[in-house]
């Protein structure tokens, strides 16, 4: 037994404690998050920077500068900026799916090994670049290193975690991003004062968080779902017992070797997972990305400068407001942390899409009022302090529902065999709809004007009302269990096999609860 570890139960009645060796290597994980939150909070700001700019992109700048620009939807409008933010997505899709076979072969801590030192070439070629081509193809490695990282540390934490806490550990993949965004955020605040070279620095200091990820996956433990499918039976053994701070782990460890050798008769994931019986896990891990992208977030959150600059901030307020905007996004997030084993992953889900078809309409309501159809306006102060208000409530929302658990519940519902697979499929969806989004927003905005924030709402309350129906609660449910959970679910259940599961009548009656 592992002194000053926590008992916890669980669904399946494994025996486990919480420890500090457990608690630290996933936390040492989670710090994947950092390069991925550092690039979304730092490319809005760089590209809000003049001497940025006037260096790469002199059309924008002189079309931002000209006199007779009073159309504030479409100043930033520009195809060749917006590919500079979003051609690292369309790497990280590409690359996830690389990642994946790499995760399953080598193991989870060598794809986040790998995607940091990726992630470290790419920001040296970022904050070096004397071209466009240069600062594109610095982006695409940035890209490649976080498919890698996006793919690989969500698995590693739920598969480390005690069932109890798989949500909160898994989470802090989450926090370390909207630690990254707000440190990108200051930097950025930091380094506009600069009288030159302030964006070098911004994109340069990316390898701060890449150097922290790639030395801690170095000393980072396996999971021992990745070594038992790796052969590894032994040491795998040893690993549960440390983890859960108990040698009592015979049950839990019959259970990962049984998945493993029912993995090992999958020759082909990809075409496994297109399977009947794997059906509620596929649409979930298709539509939870895609809508969580299409809750508008991270266009808020990588062209926050851009889009405050466009409402009528000046420049220090606009990269401020970012600022205000990050810290909100951490300290929700830690509220998300706190709650989501205690209170589930639906009650968070509903609550905080609610929150945001609210703050989507009264964004959208008052750039309505002032700027209309033309573009032609400008904040007043107060008018000014409640948008940022309203954008603000908003994050929070995100940060303590779909943020955290767009990446949460992907990654705990799929059997071993394919989980590889999913969670690339996970990534590539949200790094698909991040590149378009991210691609066609500013002109969105241009042409979309103030409706485009009704068009975010209304995505919102779809996806609201499709978690209502189809998402069920996994929180406490054994990883490799959570078949029992689609097997009890009125609409997924048809398609999960008797086979598949044992559900005894106390269990079915306690997950139908829950899903209620």
């Known amino acids: 037994m592992a002194v000053g570890g926590i008992d916890v139960g669980t669904g399946a009645n494994y025996e486990a404690r919480v420890t500090p060796f457990v608690v630290v290597a996933c936390l040492v994980a989670a710090t994947g998050g950092l390069i991925f939150g550092y690039d ?17 992109f002199p059309s924008v700048y002189a079309k931002e500068k000209a006199p007779g620009n009073y159309n504030q939807y479409c100043k930033f409008e520009n195809h060749l900026l917006t590919l500079f933010t979003s051609s690292l997505y369309l790497a990280a899709l590409i690359a996830s799916f690389f990642a994946s076979v790499t995760t399953r072969v080598f193991g989870r801590k060598i794809s986040m090994t790998t995607g940091g030192l990726i992630f470290l070439i790419g920001a040296v070629l970022n904050g070096a670049a004397v071209n466009v081509e240069m600062l594109i193809i610095g982006r695409i490695l940035l890209g490649v290193g976080i498919g890698y ?43 506009s ?14 390898a701060a968080p890449a150097v922290i990820m790639t030395v801690g996956a170095v000393f980072l433990p396996d999971t021992p779902n990745s070594l038992i499918e790796r052969g590894q039976k032994e040491k795998a053994r040893e690993m549960l017992q440390k983890i859960r ?39 979930i891990t298709c539509l939870i990305p895609f809508f969580q992208q299409l809750t508008g977030i991270n266009v808020i959150m990588f062209y926050a400068p851009v889009l405050f600059k466009t409402l009528g901030f ?89 943020g955290p658990l767009g990446w949460l519940v992907p990654s ?11 969670q690339s499929i996970n990534v590539s969806v949200n790094m698909f709809f991040t590149f378009v989004i991210g691609q066609l927003f500013l002109s969105m905005l241009c042409h979309m004007k103030f409706g485009l924030f009704f068009f975010f709402a209304g995505f919102v309350l779809l996806m609201t009302v ?14 490799e269990e959570m078949n029992r959970v689609w097997k009890a679910h009125w609409f997924w259940g048809k398609y999960i096999p008797d086979d598949a599961v044992g559900l005894g009548h106390h269990t079915n009656n306690k997950i139908n609860h829950q899903n209620a």
């Open 412 to 422: 705990e519902i799929f059997p071993l065999e394919i989980r590889s697979a999913g």
């Open 193 to 206: 004062k600069m009288q030159e070279n302030g964006w070098r620095v911004s994109l340069a200091l990316a």
């Open 149 to 191: 990282a996006n793919q690989s540390v969500p698995v590693y934490l739920s598969e480390m975690a005690p069932p109890k806490l798989r949500g909160a550990l898994n989470i802090g993949f989450q926090m370390a991003t909207t630690i990254g965004i707000f440190a990108a955020n200051l930097v950025n605040y930091g380094t």
């Open 466 to 479: 499709f978690v209502f129906f189809f998402v069920p609660e996994t929180k406490n449910m054994p990883i």
């Open 314 to 402: 000046g420049d220090d307020a606009s990269l401020m407001s970012a600022v205000v905007t990050g810290l909100v996004n951490v300290l929700a997030t830690i509220v998300s942390i706190l709650v989501v084993d205690k209170f589930g992953r639906r009650v968070l889900f509903l609550e905080g899409g609610i929150q945001m078809i609210i703050c989507q309409i009264g964004v959208g309501c008052l750039i309505g009022s002032v700027f209309g159809v033309s573009g032609d306006g400008a904040f007043s102060k107060g008018m000014g302090n409640l948008a940022l208000a309203f954008i603000c409530i908003y994050v929070a929302a995100f940060a303590w529902s779909w």
């Open 40 to 56: 979304i909070g730092i490319s809005g700001g760089v590209t809000s920077m003049d001497e940025f700019l006037q260096k790469f």
């Open 245 to 283: 701070g108990t040698s009592n782990v015979d049950v839990e460890y019959s259970d990962l070797v049984a998945a493993s050798e029912a993995s090992k008769l999958v020759e082909h994931p990809w075409k496994q997972i297109l399977e009947t019986k794997y059906r509620p896990q596929l649409v």
